[in-house]
């Protein structure tokens, strides 16, 4: 075997894009260090702006990271104790976490095998007189129906947290997600769609009512320095983290278009072969963030793969209402059936902006040789 041949393939290789940007990177610590101010200094503004431009939202809140958007999301919605909140097992794990942690009760629909994101009837079936939110995910990069998301919300009058954490970039019709619910919540953990260089996130919002709200919540529930109505949280992005994602923002159009080419071959190297790959959706735009593929012989498959030096995910083989840590919530195997077989089949095979057609080629060799 040529050394070509065995090369290893990475799951995300980030080298390429900080070669591309380290001139750019370096400039802009040196440029906050200058300033002194590290923290909520002026590219954090700059970039609050220019995220709500991009969403087509009013408003972009900066925070510590993913995790902190959801929760402050919830606090902000008045979502707490007593309160049920409807989300999908099948998303990782901070999704249910944040609604344990406001003392509300994650409610676990089924998921759409296509899409991998909340089934609507599923949804509709699950609402109860407690429910007081729906917390859709548009998992791997892949825009949840949210025509079916806010029809449901409204018939019922609840609120909706769009988890965009995977998605930045894709979007439902005309709107772009985190737009179209009562926030919507981003990552910019470094393998993301729009990366940081450590720990980020952000609300968006079209709601004035709750604007101020999320900014007292992010710097520990304070109205002016010293002055505190209620109890917050310390989370508030790095100004020098927000200088990057400045930069990194105007390039996000290009790398989302490279990872659908990736998609792309992916796709078209994986036809017919009984690999079942991504579906597009009607109606949205598919960024992957993650390429999941479903494989009934996943684990021999990915043994194979790693046998040849090809990295891949699992996203995510166990799901969330099958968890230990819900086992009080008494949900028990065959309950959500769509989920629980598909965890057994997925697998996400690497994919990055930088990717080489060479690479996604062989990654396709291998796994269709999969003994």
Request: one cysteine or more; hydrophobic letters at 40%; proline letters at 5%.
């Amino acid at each position: 075997m040529s050394s070509a041949v065995s090369e290893a393939v990475p799951f995300l290789d980030l080298s390429d894009e900080f070669k591309a940007l380290e001139q750019e990177w370096i400039a802009a610590i040196r440029a906050t260090g200058k300033s002194g101010r590290f923290i909520l200094g002026d590219d954090v503004g700059l970039l609050e702006k220019e995220i709500a431009q991009y969403t087509g939202t009013a408003h972009a809140i900066s925070l510590a990271n993913g995790t902190d958007a959801l929760t402050l999301s919830l606090r902000a919605l008045d979502i707490g104790p007593g309160d049920e909140v409807i989300t999908t097992p099948f998303t990782f794990f901070a999704t249910a976490e944040v609604i344990s942690h406001v003392g509300a009760t994650p409610v676990f629909a089924d998921i759409n095998p296509d899409s991998f994101n909340l089934d609507p009837e599923s949804v509709r079936a699950k609402i109860t007189a407690r429910t007081k939110a729906i917390l859709p995910v548009h998992l791997f990069g892949n825009p949840t129906d949210m025509t079916a998301m806010m029809d449901i919300a409204r018939e019922s009058g609840l609120a909706v947290v769009e988890d965009s954490a995977q998605a930045f970039g894709a979007a439902w019709g005309e709107y772009k997600v985190g737009s179209m619910g009562d926030t919507g919540c981003f990552s910019f953990y470094p393998t993301k769609v729009l990366g940081c260089y450590g720990d980020g996130g952000m609300i968006t919002t079209n709601r004035e009512d709750i604007k101020d709200h999320l900014l007292r919540l992010r710097n520990h529930g304070a109205v002016k320095p010293f002055v505190h109505d209620e109890i917050g949280y310390n989370s508030r992005l790095d100004t020098i983290q927000a200088s990057l994602l400045r930069v990194k923002l105007k390039k996000v159009d290009k790398d989302i278009r490279h990872r659908r080419e990736v998609a792309a071959l992916y796709t078209e190297l994986l036809k017919d072969t009984g690999v079942i790959t991504p579906t597009l959706p009607d109606g949205g735009q598919h960024v992957f963030n993650l390429y999941t593929v479903r494989v009934k012989n996943r684990d021999q498959a990915r043994q194979h793969l790693t046998d040849h030096n090809i990295a891949t995910s699992l996203c995510y083989p166990m799901p969330l209402h099958l968890q230990a840590v819900y086992k009080n919530l008494g949900y028990q195997p065959g309950d959500l059936p769509v989920c629980e077989q598909l965890a057994y089949e997925v697998l996400s095979l690497p994919v990055f902006p930088a990717m080489k057609k060479e690479q996604v080629k062989r990654v396709c060799e291998v796994l269709t040789s999969t003994p």
